[in-house]
C-alpha cells in the first residue's frame, strides 16, 4: 500500500515533470517567436520603420514669401499686403465638416457666404490644405475661438497676409488680382518645375499685372524643419532657411491720370489707352466697366461671382486689349499716308464727293448726305469724307492697304506686358482664307475692300493696337513696344531694372508726308470735327475722330439712333497726340454704344490730355455725360 | 560594541531568510528596466517615477510577506481567498468606479485597486488547493469542476469588461489544469469547447474590443482610431534597429506617438531607446525567470506547492508574451502590462506576491519529502 503509494507518487512526479519540461520547451519556444518578430522588425524592415519615424517627427513647414508691391509712376501703392487672422479648416482631419461649420458658427459669425465660398474653395483646391471658413476675424473672435479650440480638431486660427487694393476698381484691368491656386495653376506651376517654390503658396496671380510679373512679385519660399509631435505641434525649429520677399514693381501709369481718364468716361462702357510715344510706357490704360479687385482676394464668393461674370456689361474683359472694335474714321489718316507714301495720292489731288461712291452696282454712301463737294487729302482727314477713302481704297487695292497696316502694328499683338491679348483682324485676301472653310467664303471680293477704307468691313483692332498706331505716328515711324512696368526692384539688394525701351521697328516714312498727316490731325482739332472738344486748348495737338458702326445697315437705310437699342449704337472713337511738335502723349479711346466719336470720345480724350500736360482738368468742358441731344451739323457732318 | 555590530548582521540575516536571491535578482533587473524606462518616458512627468518606485517598495514588501509564508498555510487560506476574490469582483460589478468606460476599480478607503488582480492568485490557489485535496485519484469530473471554478471569475472579469485580464486569468485556469494532468483528449476538448465558444463571445464583445482584434488583421484600415496604437508601437520598435536610438533619445516616445507609453505600451519605448539588443537581454531575463519558475516546480514538496509554482510561472510568461507581442504587432491590443516594467502598483504587487510565493515553495521544498 505504501509503496504502492510512493510508486503512485513518484509516477505523479514524473508526469508533472514532463509536463513541465512541455511547457518550458513551449515558452521557449513562444519567445523564440517574439525574437523573430523583433529581428524582422528591427533587422529586416529597420529602414522602413526608421524612415517612417523620421517622417513622424519631422515636419517640413514652408514659409511663403511676402508678396512684391505693385506701384505707380511716382510711387503709390497700387497692389499691398496686410496681415489678418483667418479661421481656418484642414478637411483631412475634420471627420463631419458640414456639424463642424455648424458648431464653429456658435462662436463666430460665418454667413452663407462664407460657407459658400468654402464650399467653392473646397471643389477647386488641391486637397490637404486648410482653407478658409472666416477671414479677418475680429480680436473678440480670435479669443472666443481661443478658448474653445479643443473642440475644434483640424480648425486653426492662422495669420495670413493678404492682398489689398487701396484704388479699388481703379485700373483694376492693368493691377488684375491674385486668387487661390487652382488645380490647373498647380499643373503649370509643376511643368514650369515651380512647384517646389509655391508650397507655401495659397495665391497665385490671376489677372493683369499680379498673373503678368506673378514670378517677379511672388519671391522666394523659405523652409523650416520642424520637429513635431503626434499632436501636430511644432516642438522646436530644427533648421531654418528664411523667405525671400518677391520683388516690387512700379509702372509707367500714373494712376492719378488714371483716375481722371476713367472719371471721364462716366458710366459709359469702353477703354483707353495712353502711352508715351518716345519708350512705348503706358500713360494710362482704361476698361470700363471695371470690377473691384479686392473681392477676389480671400475667394471671391460664388454670388459676386456670378455677378461679374453674368453682367451684359462684361466688367472682367479687358477691353484694353481683348477688345476688338472697327477703328472707323480713325484709320483714315493712315490710309491717307499709305496713300502718299505708295503715291497713290497727292496732297493737292482733288475728288467731287456727291455723297456715295458707286461700285458694281452698289452705292456706299458718306455719312455726310449730299457729300462733301470738292475734297483733297488734308479736308478728307479734316472733314472726314468717306467717299474720298472709298475710292482711295479702291485705288490702292487690298494687298497695298494690309502690307501698309501691317507695319503699324495692326491685326497683330503689340505684346504689352499682359496676358490676354486679342489679335484683331487685319483683313486682307489672305486672312480670309485662313479664316475660312467654304471656297466661296475664302475669296476676296473686290467691293469689299471699299468699305476697308473707312475703317469698317472686317477691320477689328484693340484700343491697343490703335494707340500704337498713333504713337507710333506721333514718334516719326518709330514703333516701341507697349509695357506697363517702369522698373523691378529687389529689395534685399536694393537692384533696379529698367524696363528699357524695345524698338519693335522703324516704319521708313518720308518726313513731308509724316509732316502732312500731323497737319491734317492738327486741322480736326482746329477746324475739323475734334474742334469743339478740343477749343481753348493751351497746346497743340492732332487727333482724328471716328464713328465704327455695330450692325450693317442696309442701303438706303439711315441711322437712327433713338430708335435702335443701345447694345447696337455706333462705337464713338477718338485718337490723338500731343503736343504736335515732339508729342509726349499718344492715345486712342473708344467709347462703346455712344454714339459719334466727336462727340463722345473726343472729349474724354480732351480731359485726359490737359491733365497729362497741364496738370489740370480743362476749364470750359461739357460734362462728362454728355447730355443726350440731337447732334448738330457739324457732328453729323464728321463721321 | 559587538552587539551594535551584530544586529544589522542578524537583521540582514533574518530578512534574507527565505528569499531566493536568483529570482530577487532576475525581477530587480526587469524592474529596474522599467524604471529606466519609465524616466525616458515620463519627462513631462517626473512625479511618477518616484511613484513607481513606491510601488516597487510596496510590492517588495509583500513579496517578502509571502515569502514568509510556508505552502501550508497558503493552502489552508486558498478556498478563503478564492471566495473573497469572487466577493471583490461581484462587489466591483455592482459599486466600482468607471475609468475609460470599464468598471474595474474598487475603492478601499484611500487606495483603489482592481479586484481582478487578486484573481490571478486566488484562481491558481484555489485550483492547486482542489486538486491537492483529491490528488490520489483525480478523474475527469474533478478537472471539470476545476473548469468551472475558474470560468466563474474569468466570466465576472469579462463582464467588466476587461478581456485581457479575463484572458490572463481563463490561462492559468488551464497551466493549473494541464499541470495537474488533466488527458490530452479533455484538454483537446477543452480547447474545442473555448474555440466553439469564440462566436458566441464575438457577439457579447464590445465594439471597441472587436475593433481591436479586426484592427489587427489590418492596422491600416484605421490609421487614427483602433490601428493607431499598432502602427505607431510597431513603428518605435522597428525603428529602434538592433542597437536602438539610445536611451532617452526615442523620437516616437518623447514626441508623444506611442500611445500608453508608460504602462501597456512601454516595451516599444524600450525597444526603440536599446533596440535589439535590449529585446535579447529582456526576452533573456524572461526566459530565465521561467526557467528558475519551473525549476522550484519541478522540485516543489507537494502536488500543491508544484501546481502552484508551475502556474505562476507559466502566469508570468504569459504577461510577458502577450504584451511584447501585442506591441510588436502579432497579438491584439488588450490591457496586459509588461511584468516588472510596466508603470502601475496594483500588476507590481501582485507579480512581486507571485514571485514571493515561488520563493516560500522553493524554501519549503524538502519539508514533506521523507
Known amino acids: 500500500m505504501r509503496i504502492a503509494e510512493l510508486k503512485d507518487h513518484q509516477r505523479e512526479l514524473y508526469y508533472f515533470q514532463l509536463r513541465v519540461g512541455i511547457a518550458g520547451i513551449a515558452v521557449l519556444l513562444a519567445f523564440g517567436l517574439l525574437l523573430a518578430r523583433l529581428a524582422y522588425l528591427q533587422v529586416v524592415q529597420h529602414d522602413t520603420y526608421a524612415a517612417k519615424a523620421e517622417e513622424n517627427r519631422i515636419s517640413i513647414v514652408p514659409i511663403a514669401p511676402n508678396r512684391g508691391l505693385i506701384l505707380d509712376r511716382n510711387g503709390v501703392v497700387l497692389a499691398r499686403n496686410y496681415s489678418a487672422y483667418t479661421l481656418e479648416i484642414l478637411p483631412a482631419k475634420v471627420r463631419d465638416l458640414e456639424r463642424t461649420i455648424q458648431e464653429l458658427a456658435e462662436i463666430v459669425e460665418v454667413q452663407p457666404k462664407d460657407r459658400a465660398r468654402f464650399r467653392k474653395l473646397l471643389a477647386e483646391t488641391r486637397n490637404a490644405e486648410s482653407l478658409p471658413i472666416r477671414t479677418r476675424l475680429s480680436d473678440e473672435e480670435v479669443a472666443r475661438f481661443a478658448a474653445n479650440r479643443y473642440r475644434f480638431p483640424g480648425v486653426e486660427i492662422k495669420a495670413r497676409l493678404f492682398r489689398q487694393y487701396p484704388h479699388g476698381g481703379l485700373a483694376s484691368h492693368v493691377v488684375g488680382y491674385i486668387g487661390r491656386i487652382s488645380a490647373r495653376d498647380q499643373e503649370r506651376l509643376a511643368e514650369a518645375g515651380l512647384d517646389s517654390n509655391y508650397r507655401g503658396t495659397d495665391f497665385i496671380g490671376k489677372a493683369g499685372l499680379e498673373a503678368s510679373y506673378q514670378h517677379e512679385l511672388h519671391g522666394v519660399t523659405g523652409f523650416e524643419q520642424v520637429e513635431i509631435d503626434a499632436a501636430g505641434r511644432g516642438i522646436r525649429t530644427l533648421a531654418r532657411s528664411p523667405a525671400k520677399a518677391g520683388n516690387n514693381v512700379t509702372l509707367s501709369l500714373d494712376i492719378r491720370l488714371q483716375e481722371v481718364a476713367e472719371g471721364a468716361f462716366g458710366a459709359r462702357r469702353g477703354a483707353l489707352v495712353a502711352l508715351d510715344p518716345s519708350s512705348g510706357g503706358v500713360l494710362a490704360f482704361v476698361s470700363k466697366p471695371g470690377f473691384d479687385p479686392n473681392l477676389f482676394v480671400d475667394g471671391i464668393d460664388p454670388q459676386s461671382w456670378e455677378g461679374l461674370n453674368n453682367s451684359p456689361d462684361r466688367p472682367l474683359n479687358n477691353r484694353a486689349i481683348a477688345g476688338v472694335y472697327p477703328p472707323g474714321s480713325t484709320f483714315k489718316p493712315f490710309m491717307a499716308l499709305a496713300a502718299l507714301e505708295l503715291g497713290k495720292r497727292r496732297p493737292s489731288s482733288t475728288i467731287q464727293d456727291p455723297g456715295y461712291f458707286e461700285f458694281g452696282g452698289r452705292r456706299f454712301h458718306d455719312s455726310k448726305r449730299g457729300g462733301h463737294g470738292t475734297v483733297d487729302l488734308y479736308q478728307s482727314i479734316v472733314k472726314s469724307s468717306d467717299t474720298y477713302y472709298y475710292m482711295l481704297a479702291n485705288d490702292m487695292g487690298i494687298d497695298a492697304i494690309a502690307g501698309f497696316m501691317q507695319r503699324f502694328g495692326f491685326g497683330a499683338k503689340s505684346g504689352i506686358d499682359l496676358e490676354g491679348e486679342a489679335t484683331g483682324v487685319l483683313p486682307s485676301p489672305e486672312w480670309k482664307l485662313k479664316r475660312f472653310r467654304r471656297p466661296e467664303q475664302q475669296k476676296w471680293y473686290a467691293g469689299e475692300t471699299i468699305s476697308i477704307g473707312v475703317g469698317q468691313g472686317y477691320n477689328a483692332y484693340t484700343p491697343m493696337q490703335l494707340a500704337l498706331a498713333v504713337a507710333t505716328l506721333a514718334a516719326n515711324g518709330s514703333m516701341y513696344r507697349p509695357h506697363l512696368v517702369a522698373h523691378v526692384d529687389n529689395l534685399r539688394s536694393g537692384e533696379r531694372r529698367h524696363v528699357e525701351p524695345v524698338l519693335v521697328r522703324r516704319v521708313a516714312l518720308k518726313d513731308e508726308n509724316l509732316e502732312f498727316i500731323r497737319r491734317a490731325m492738327a486741322g480736326v482739332n482746329r477746324e475739323g470735327t475734334g474742334a469743339r472738344a478740343f477749343a481753348g486748348a493751351q497746346y497743340s495737338s492732332g487727333g482724328k475722330t471716328g464713328t465704327a458702326q455695330v450692325i450693317g445697315l442696309k442701303e438706303g437705310e439711315k441711322y437712327d439712333e433713338k430708335k435702335i437699342a443701345e447694345r447696337f449704337k455706333d462705337h464713338a472713337l477718338f485718337i490723338a497726340f500731343a503736343p504736335l511738335e515732339s508729342p509726349k502723349i499718344a492715345l486712342a479711346v473708344v467709347v462703346e454704344n455712344s454714339g459719334f466719336g466727336a462727340r463722345f470720345a473726343a472729349p474724354i480724350a480732351r480731359i485726359v490730355l490737359d491733365y497729362y500736360l497741364l496738370g489740370r482738368l480743362p476749364e470750359s468742358m461739357p460734362g462728362r455725360a454728355a447730355p443726350e441731344e440731337e447732334p448738330d451739323d457739324e457732328e453729323r457732318e464728321g463721321d | ?370
Do not use: C
Open chain 2, 1 to 370: 560594541m559587538e552587539l551594535a555590530q551584530l544586529a544589522p548582521r542578524r537583521l540582514a540575516a533574518r530578512l534574507a531568510e527565505g528569499i531566493d536571491g536568483t529570482l530577487l535578482a532576475i525581477a530587480l533587473a526587469l524592474a529596474a528596466i522599467g524604471l529606466a524606462t519609465l524616466y525616458s518616458a515620463s519627462q513631462d512627468d517626473a512625479a511618477r517615477l518616484t511613484a513607481q518606485l513606491a510601488n516597487l517598495a510596496f510590492a517588495l514588501a509583500a513579496m517578502w510577506l509571502a515569502a514568509q509564508v510556508p505552502p501550508q498555510t497558503l493552502m489552508r487560506f486558498a478556498p478563503a481567498a478564492y471566495l473573497a476574490g469572487i466577493a471583490l469582483l461581484v462587489a466591483v460589478a455592482l459599486a466600482g468606479d468607471v475609468v475609460n468606460g470599464a468598471r474595474r476599480w474598487l475603492h478601499l478607503g484611500v487606495v483603489r485597486f482592481q479586484p481582478s488582480e487578486v484573481m490571478k492568485l486566488a484562481l491558481p490557489l484555489m485550483l492547486a488547493w482542489y486538486f491537492h485535496k483529491n490528488e490520489a485519484a483525480l478523474k475527469l469530473r474533478d478537472f471539470a469542476l476545476g473548469a468551472l471554478l475558474a470560468a466563474v471569475p474569468v466570466a465576472l472579469i469579462a463582464r467588466q469588461p476587461d478581456l485581457g485580464t479575463a484572458a490572463l486569468v481563463a490561462a492559468v485556469g488551464v497551466y493549473v489544469l494541464f499541470f495537474a494532468g488533466i488527458g490530452w483528449k479533455p484538454l483537446a476538448a477543452l480547447a474545442l469547447l473555448v474555440l466553439a465558444s469564440l462566436p458566441p463571445l464575438w457577439g457579447l464583445l464590445h465594439e471597441y474590443q472587436r475593433k481591436r482584434i479586426l484592427t489587427l488583421l489590418d492596422p491600416t484600415q484605421d490609421p487614427l482610431g483602433a490601428g493607431y496604437h499598432t502602427i505607431q508601437s510597431t513603428i518605435a520598435v522597428g525603428s529602434g534597429g538592433i542597437g536602438g536610438k539610445g536611451w532617452l533619445h526615442g523620437t516616437q516616445a518623447h514626441l508623444e506617438f506611442i500611445p500608453e507609453r508608460h504602462t501597456d505600451f512601454i516595451f516599444a519605448v524600450y525597444a526603440e531607446e536599446f533596440g535589439l539588443a535590449g529585446g535579447v537581454v529582456l526576452l533573456a531575463l524572461y526566459v530565465a525567470l521561467v526557467a528558475r519558475g519551473l525549476m522550484i516546480a519541478a522540485n516543489a514538496a507537494t502536488f500543491f506547492a508544484r501546481l502552484l509554482a508551475a502556474s505562476i510561472t507559466l502566469m508570468l510568461f504569459t504577461y510577458a508574451f502577450v504584451n511584447i507581442g501585442m506591441v510588436s504587432g502579432i497579438l491584439p491590443v488588450v490591457g496586459v502590462p509588461l511584468p516588472f516594467v510596466s508603470y502601475g502598483g496594483s500588476a507590481l504587487a501582485t507579480l512581486f506576491i507571485g514571485i514571493g510565493i515561488l520563493m516560500s515553495i522553493h524554501q519549503h521544498r524538502k519539508l514533506v519529502q521523507t
